[in-house]
């Protein structure tokens, strides 16, 4: 578990052939004709190759809603990151639950 905190929404999510997940924030350059990039946060989730990224759409207790990522790996297993698209939690990386295998 190893993250940096933005507090930014992230942009997009990325998967490495490290099994590394990352949340990346762009914005635009003050040129305005390109984009910085950075890396806002990651989890080291996986042991191989991940091979897929997916937004859930969620529905908790008490009918409130939102999405959850789940990225999957070339070994099968499957892990979702409850706080990457929250705000209440900075948007953090830092925990990831394996959902299935």
Do not use: W
Not at 30 to 41: D, H, L, P, T
């Amino acid at each position: 578990a190893n993250e940096q905190t933005n507090r930014s929404q992230p942009s997009f999510f990325i998967g490495f052939a490290s099994g590394r997940v990352a949340a990346v924030n762009a914005t635009i350059a003050e040129c305005g004709q390109q984009y910085n990039f950075n890396i806002s946060g990651f989890y080291d989730a996986h042991v191989n190759e991940v091979t897929s990224l997916v937004f859930v759409n969620d529905i908790a207790s008490g009918g409130k809603s939102g999405k959850l990522l789940y990225s999957a790996c070339g070994g099968g297993h499957v892990y979702c990151y409850p706080n990457a698209l929250s705000p209440e939690h900075n948007f953090s990386m830092d925990e990831s639950i394996l959902a299935f295998s």
